[in-house]
């Protein structure tokens, strides 16, 4: 059973920067497309960007392309997000993912979920 440990995120002014980490412990991620996800208050729960097993491709969404870069280190069996220039509308529950796939619903499947970390933006 994989386990993902979330840390990094905190309070933080509007054009800051927070560095989020996944932690993976009981399972090499290597096999793995990573992705993080957030859920805003009152909001469904979206994808924010993935990486495929040994970082060669990633994928964001529109509104964090120019200011979020995933990476990944397998020997660590870490992922991370490099978030800069935050927005107060980047405020959400930050969630660490293990091999999210698309379903034809428009929906994702995911291996497993981190507990998630809080990134509140000032304005």
């Known amino acids: 059973q994989v386990q993902l440990v979330e840390s990094g995120g905190g309070l933080v002014q509007a054009g800051g920067s927070l560095r989020l980490s996944c932690a993976a412990s009981g399972r090499t991620i290597s096999g793995y497309t990573m992705g993080w996800f957030r859920q805003a208050p009152g909001k469904e729960r979206e994808l924010v960007s993935s990486?495929?097993?040994?970082?060669?491709?990633?994928y964001y969404t529109d509104s964090v392309k120019g200011r979020f870069t995933i990476s990944r280190d397998n020997v660590k069996n870490t992922v991370y997000l490099q978030m800069n220039s935050l927005k107060p509308e980047d405020t959400a529950i930050y969630y660490c993912a293990l091999g999210p796939r698309a379903t034809t619903k428009g929906t994702y499947e995911v291996e497993s979920w981190g507990q998630g970390t809080q990134v509140t933006v000032s304005s």
């Open positions: 990486i495929t097993r040994f970082g060669s491709g990633a």
